[in-house]
């Protein structure tokens, strides 16, 4: 089975709570299993609805893809491959308006949409397109069919229609394991 968990939580108390898992922290932080972080550069990932650009990493296209008011997307955002300052704030923007519906794109989309046509196809590319990726997850797939795996992510929302939080990157790596990513809406 595989449990997720806030790496905020203390180490301690989610091995007391877990005593036989193995715990793997699959945020950017991780020194194992980054390359599963949407903060990661694998580059060459392709932008939905926007054939022939791609981006560093599924947060840039994330982030890159936001607009504001007063502010429309970063392409800057798109080449990050820093795994830092990828974040695109109400505080240093002001409200959002929506996502651009690719670079080009006329139509604003709301942040589910979003959620569902350009975050969810972004990181599923990556599940499927990357090597290192998809070999750490084929690993990850056959120890759990062993033991419990405990996934330590910052957020824990693992329901795409949950927009009241980030959605948990953790959830979707346990989905795509499970045979149960959200159902996608093409894009890429």
Request: hydrophobic share 35%; charged share 20%; with cysteine.
């Amino acid at each position: 089975m595989i449990i997720i968990e806030n790496k905020r939580k203390s180490l301690e108390g989610i091995v007391a709570r877990y005593p036989l898992a193995h715990i793997l922290d699959v945020t950017s932080k991780s020194n194992y299993a980054q390359v599963l972080s949407p903060f990661y550069p694998h580059y060459h990932i392709p932008i939905p609805f926007s054939p022939g650009y791609y981006s560093a990493c599924v947060e840039g296209i994330w982030q890159g893809l936001k607009v504001f008011e007063g502010h429309d997307i970063d392409w800057g955002c798109f080449s990050n491959d820093t795994m830092k300052n990828l974040k695109r704030t109400v505080r240093e923007y002001g409200p959002p308006k929506g996502h651009r519906k690719g670079v080009f794109g006329v139509e604003l989309m709301n942040y589910l949409e979003a959620r569902q046509q350009i975050y969810l196809p972004s990181y599923k590319w990556v599940l499927d397109n990357v090597p290192i990726v998809h070999q750490l997850v084929e690993k990850i797939k056959n120890e759990a069919q062993k033991s419990d795996i405990v996934f330590l992510d910052y957020s824990t929302n693992t329901d795409v229609y949950n927009v009241s939080t980030p959605l948990s990157h953790a959830g979707l790596i346990k989905s795509y394991i499970e045979d149960s990513y959200p159902q996608l809406v093409e894009s890429i």
